[in-house]
C-alpha cells in the first residue's frame, strides 16, 4: 500500500480494535458477573472461573468483530470527510480503487481471523465447556451437599456438614457409608477440603475418627486420625455418555459425521444448518465493511449531512444479519436452503460493490468536470489595478 492507503489502514484498525476491545469487555464482564455463583455457591476456584469466562471469548469475538468492523470503517470515513481529507484525496486525482484498498485490507484480514475462529476454535471452546460444565455439576460437595443437611444418596451413603468456612473448606462433618450389607462406617472430622490429584477428587478429612462396625458384631472398631482422604468418585453416579451438540463438534465431524448415530438421525438439519453458517461465516465482517463503504465513500463537504447515509448503512446491516438468522433457520428445515446461506452474505458484497462503483463513478465524472473548469478559468486574463 501507498503512504496515503496505509494511513488510512492505520485509522481504520485503531478504531477496529478500539471497538472491538471495548465491547469484548463489556460484554464479558456481563457474562462473567452470571457466573459468580460458582465462587459464592458452588465453592469453585478463580481458575474454573476464568476457565468458564474465558472459554466464551472465542465466541464473543465472533460475533462483535464484523459490527466492530463496520463501526470502525463509519468511523474513519466520518473523520477524512470531517477533516475533508476525502475531498482533497478526490480533487488530487486519488483513484476510487486506491481509496477502498485499505478498508478492503482490514475486511480480508478481520474475515480471515473470523473463519479460522469459527471453523477451529469455536467447537474446541464449546466442547471444552461441556466437559468443564459436567465436571463442577457433577461435583458431589459443591451441587449436592447442602449446609446443615443431612444429604442420603441413593449409594447408601449419608453426609452432612455443619457450615462452610470462606476458604471453601467443610466444617462439623458426618458421613455414613452402608454401600456394604451388614457394614457400616462413620467418617467425623472437624474440617474438611476437596483435593484434586491426577484427575480424581478426594476429601481430605482432618482430627477426627473412623467407626467401623464389622457383620455380625455389635461392637465398633475406632480409628483417630489427623489427615484422612476419601475417594469422592465413589458418592456420584457414572456418567452417561456425553452427547456433544452440533455447535459443540468440529468442523471435520459435521462434514463427515456417523450416519448410524442416533442423535444425528435425529438433527440431521441442525448438523447441516451448522456446517454451512460456519463455512459462510468469513463472508460477513467483508459485507459489512463494503456496507459502510459503499454508504459513507463520497466525499461531502461539510454543510452536507451524513447521517442519513450512516442510518441506512445500519439499516441494511440489521437486514443483512436477519436475512443470515432466516437462511440458517430455513437450511435446518430444506437441504435448499443451504444456497441462502452463502446467498445472502455474497448479494450484500456485490451490490455494496455496485453502490460504490456507481459512486466511484460519478465522483470521477465530477473531478473531471473541476479540473476542466480550473484549466478554462486559467486561460482567462484577470484584469489588475493599480491601487494609488
Excluded at 67 to 95: H, P, R, T
Excluded at 295 to 312: I, K
Excluded at 333 to 355: M, N
Excluded at 359 to 378: E, I, P, Q
Aim: glycine content about 8%; overall charge positive.
Amino acid at each position: 500500500m501507498k503512504q496515503i492507503e496505509r494511513y488510512i489502514f492505520r485509522i481504520a484498525l485503531g478504531a477496529f480494535l478500539s471497538c472491538l476491545i471495548g465491547l469484548t469487555g463489556v460484554i464479558w464482564v456481563t457474562q462473567a458477573l452470571r457466573e459468580l455463583d460458582l465462587i459464592t455457591a458452588k465453592g469453585q476456584t478463580l481458575l474454573i472461573f476464568f476457565l468458564i469466562t474465558g472459554l466464551s471469548l472465542p465466541t464473543l469475538i465472533t460475533v462483535i468483530a464484523p459490527v466492530a468492523l463496520f463501526i470502525a470503517v463509519v468511523y474513519a470515513l466520518n473523520k477524512l470527510n470531517g477533516d475533508s481529507e476525502l475531498i482533497v484525496m478526490s480533487a488530487a486525482g486519488m483513484s476510487p480503487r486506491h481509496l477502498m484498498r485499505p478498508f478492503l485490507t482490514l475486511a480480508l484480514i478481520v474475515s480471515a481471523a473470523i473463519g479460522f475462529l469459527t471453523i477451529q476454535v469455536m467447537p474446541s471452546s464449546f466442547q471444552e465447556l461441556r466437559d468443564v460444565l459436567t465436571r463442577v455439576r457433577g461435583d458431589f460437595i459443591a451441587n449436592v451437599v447442602k449446609e446443615g443437611q443431612f444429604t442420603t444418596l441413593d449409594s447408601g451413603i449419608t453426609f452432612h456438614f455443619r457450615e462452610r468456612a470462606p476458604n471453601g473448606a467443610l466444617l462439623g462433618i458426618f458421613m455414613q457409608d452402608r454401600r456394604e450389607a451388614g457394614k457400616m462406617v462413620v467418617y467425623l472430622a472437624e474440617r474438611g477440603q476437596a483435593v484434586d490429584l491426577d484427575g480424581q477428587t478426594y476429601l481430605v478429612l482432618e482430627k477426627g475418627s473412623i467407626h467401623r462396625q464389622q457383620p455380625g458384631s455389635r461392637d465398633s472398631s475406632i480409628i483417630t486420625f489427623q489427615r484422612y482422604a476419601v475417594d469422592l468418585a465413589a458418592f456420584t453416579p457414572p456418567d452417561a455418555d456425553t452427547i456433544y451438540k452440533p455447535r459443540e463438534r468440529s468442523t471435520v465431524q459435521l462434514m463427515f459425521p456417523d450416519a448410524n448415530e442416533t442423535y444425528y438421525k435425529l438433527t440431521k438439519g441442525r448438523f447441516r444448518a451448522e456446517l454451512h453458517d460456519r463455512l459462510s461465516s468469513w463472508l460477513y465482517p467483508l459485507a459489512l465493511g463494503l456496507i459502510a463503504f459503499a454508504a459513507l465513500g463520497d466525499p461531502r463537504t461539510t454543510r452536507q449531512g451524513r447521517g442519513l447515509a450512516v442510518a441506512g448503512a445500519i439499516a441494511a446491516v440489521v437486514a443483512l444479519r436477519i436475512a443470515g438468522f432466516a437462511a440458517a433457520s430455513a437450511a435446518v428445515r430444506s437441504q435448499g436452503a443451504v444456497v441462502a446461506v452463502y446467498a445472502v452474505p455474497l448479494v450484500a458484497i456485490l451490490l455494496s460493490l455496485l453502490v460504490a462503483t456507481q459512486g466511484n463513478r460519478v465522483r470521477a465524472f465530477n473531478a473531471g468536470v473541476a479540473a476542466r473548469f480550473r484549466r478554462l478559468s486559467g486561460s482567462v486574463p484577470v484584469l489588475r489595478t493599480k491601487a494609488g
